[in-house]
């Protein structure tokens, strides 16, 4: 980290030719990088406010069910011993890769084979120093001149907490013996590679934690069972490439409850519930394949530097060849650049953050031309910007007629209710959202976006974007996904719109 710097790479947005694709794609200005350990003391806040009572340092021992459907979990107090049971109508399984609800329901997981052990030390240093010039909350440290124990050959240094907490993640070499890479380390070794990565000896690594981990590329085969839903790191396991990990484990939740809430309040059919794993698992499969697929995108580059080499000779001897300014020289250099920028996918990959596509029972698609998938919704790169149902609301900049605060259309849906856009000529939608809500006990909240509408498309871009004219809809699950929407307006509005809603929630 003292030391010299062979590349750097744009990220999440900075990009200069990337930033318009992010500005396009969501209201918010910036990525936020919060760390489990930081994200979950405010989730726990938030949980207690609202009432739930949360219980720590608590195992799962065994899940049964009762005659009438319900599932007792046998559960165990760690601190005080004490075993009781807790009787559910759901149970939900995001007890983590180790999850003891998938092994009690049986799940088949989908495997492929591990790409070795890595290792987590949390650290406390003082690096801010060091990262006034190099601000970045993610590094590569490599040293080929230099030899390294089985488990440490190269370094992921992930900031925690600017710029004092890091987490250093040591990868073995891919051809070092699986046993001798997890055999434990001394307290001193560790201490020792920790201050060879940092470089500097001023600094004094004070040591946290240490834990190892399989690199997975594993994900289950359905993720629920009757009553019973398993979500997060319990049904995908991946390494944390492209910053999948906790941005859809949230995802899956916010899937999931939407649903709970309305088959809980009578508003729909359990049927719904379903809909769960239809709709995430491919999310999943997408998630692991594009992880490990970034992970495999960094074996160019560290080729082409030497760091796949085992003898030391030759890693020196390939570093040597970076200075030529010769051909060979010239050829080195530009494969590394090459080997690089192939990392871009993870950096940004757009497409695989928002290309979500959901087909299910919850989307109302019957009346597309043509309903699949859009090839473009496969790039891992680009977001494909549509309203085709199954895709996310694509957010648009909004405003009043005389200009005030503006608003962005993810502002306006969401919130716990479906919602319905249309604009110009579509005052009928209006009336029809208000009879389909009180005929269904559905919240439907209408509004009409273009000129002199509730609001106005001031940058046109929502024109450009809704796909559907002017007196047509776009209609909005909960979860802000597109669930229906239609070209034009039909003769009996009312009962096509109650039709889909009623499709919508398996009624």
Wanted: some cysteine; glycine content about 8%; charged content about 25%.
């Amino acid at each position: 980290m003292a030391g010299e710097e062979l590349a750097r790479m744009y990220s999440w947005g900075h990009d200069p030719f990337r930033k318009g694709d992010y500005e396009a794609a969501s209201p918010c200005d910036s990525h936020i990088d919060l760390p489990q350990t930081k994200l979950e003391p405010i989730l726990v806040k938030r949980a207690v406010h609202d009432g739930w009572k949360v219980r720590f340092n608590t195992t799962l021992l065994m899940m049964s069910q009762t005659d009438g459907g319900e599932r007792i979990c046998q559960v165990r107090d760690d601190l005080t011993g004490v075993t009781y049971r807790i009787i559910s109508r759901y149970v939900f399984g995001c007890d983590g890769a180790k999850s003891q609800v998938m092994r009690e329901l049986r799940i088949p997981l989908i495997k492929k084979p591990s790409q070795g052990l890595a290792l987590n030390v949390l650290v406390k240093a003082d690096l801010s120093h060091l990262a006034k010039t190099r601000i970045g909350n993610l590094h590569w440290v490599v040293q080929p001149d230099k030899d390294y124990p089985p488990w440490g050959w190269m370094t992921i240094l992930r900031m925690v907490k600017p710029w004092t907490e890091w987490l250093f993640i040591f990868l073995p070499h891919p051809d070092a013996d699986v046993g001798a890479a997890a055999e434990e380390a001394t307290k001193d070794e560790y201490v020792a590679r920790l201050k060879e990565v940092i470089g500097d000896d001023s600094v004094v690594p004070q040591i946290l934690n240490v834990s190892k981990w399989w690199i997975n590329e594993t994900v289950a085969e359905y993720y629920s069972e009757g009553n019973v839903f398993c979500l997060g790191d319990a049904v995908h396991r991946h390494p944390p490439f492209n910053g999948l990990g906790s941005n859809t484990c949230i995802q899956d939740a916010f899937n999931l409850a939407w649903k709970i809430s309305y088959v809980l309040s009578g508003k729909a059919g359990p049927a719904l519930l379903d809909t769960f794993s239809t709709e995430r698992q491919p999310v999943g499969v997408d998630v692991i394949t594009r992880a490990n697929a970034g992970l495999r995108d960094h074996s160019s580059w560290m080729k082409t530097i030497g760091m796949l080499e085992v003898d030391i000779s030759q890693r020196k001897a390939i570093l040597a060849e970076f200075e030529d300014p010769g051909k060979d020289g010239q050829l080195r250099r530009s494969e590394f650049q090459r080997g690089i920028e192939q990392t871009t996918s993870e950096f940004h990959g757009l497409g695989v953050e928002m290309n979500q596509f959901y087909a299910s029972s919850a989307v109302h698609q019957h009346d597309e031309q043509y309903p699949q998938r859009p090839a473009a919704k496969d790039s891992t790169q680009k977001y494909h910007i549509t309203t085709l149902p199954g895709s996310r609301l694509p957010h648009v900049w909004l405003n009043s007629r005389v200009p005030g605060e503006k608003l962005s259309t993810i502002d306006l849906a969401g919130h716990g209710s479906f919602c319905l856009f249309t604009g110009p000529g579509g005052e009928a939608w209006k009336d029809a959202a208000k009879v389909v809500s009180e005929s269904l006990d559905v919240q439907i909240r209408c509004y009409s976006i273009g000129w002199k509408q509730n609001y106005e498309d001031v940058y046109f871009d929502w024109a450009r974007r809704r796909e559907v004219d002017e007196n047509g809809c776009v209609l909005v699950r909960p979860d802000r996904f597109v669930a229906w929407r239609c070209i034009s307006m039909p003769e009996d509005c009312v009962s096509k719109l109650k039709v889909v809603v009623e499709s919508v929630l398996s009624l």
